[in-house]
C-alpha cells in the first residue's frame, strides 16, 4: 500500500489549503481513508475521515471548517481546509481505517496504513 500525500505549505490565519492523497495498493473504494496530524512533541491527533458509503466524520476542532472528500476513480481522496488557525500547524498524514471502529478508534490500536505526511504551517 502506498499514500502519497500533497498539497501542504505555509498560509496566514484565516487562509486556507487542499490536502490530496493518492492512494495505491488497495481496494480504494472499499477503504475508509482520513487524515491525521502531529505537531512536534505532541501526539497524533486523528483529523477527518471518509468511509466507502461516503459518510464522513471530524475531529471536533475542525468541525466546520475542513471538508473531506473521496473520488473513487482516481483512488484520491481531498480535504479542504478552510479558516486555518495557527493551531492547525501540524505534519499531515493520510491514512487508512480498515477495522470495524470509527476513526476515534483506529487512533489508538494504530492505523492501517500511513503516507509520509505533507506539512502545514499557519502563521503571519
Known amino acids: 500500500v502506498q499514500l502519497v500525500e500533497s498539497g501542504g505549505g505555509s498560509v496566514q490565519p484565516g487562509g486556507s489549503l487542499t490536502l490530496s492523497c493518492v492512494a495505491s495498493?488497495?481496494?480504494?473504494?472499499?477503504?475508509?481513508i482520513g487524515w491525521a496530524r502531529q505537531v512536534p512533541g505532541k501526539g497524533l491527533a486523528w483529523v477527518s475521515g471518509?468511509?466507502?458509503?461516503?459518510?464522513?466524520y471530524y475531529a471536533d476542532f475542525v468541525k466546520g471548517r475542513f471538508t473531506i472528500s473521496r473520488d473513487n476513480a482516481r483512488s484520491t481522496m481531498t480535504m479542504q481546509m478552510d479558516d486555518l488557525k495557527p493551531e492547525d500547524t501540524a505534519v499531515y498524514y493520510c491514512?487508512?481505517?480498515?477495522?470495524?471502529?470509527?476513526?476515534?478508534?483506529?487512533?489508538?490500536?494504530?492505523?492501517?496504513?500511513w503516507g509520509k505526511g505533507t506539512q502545514v504551517t499557519v502563521s503571519s
Open positions: 495498493g488497495l481496494s480504494f473504494s472499499t477503504t475508509a
Open positions: 491514512v487508512t481505517n480498515k477495522g470495524y471502529g470509527g476513526f476515534d478508534e483506529a487512533l489508538y490500536r494504530g492505523f492501517d496504513d
Open positions: 471518509i468511509y466507502s458509503d461516503g459518510n464522513t
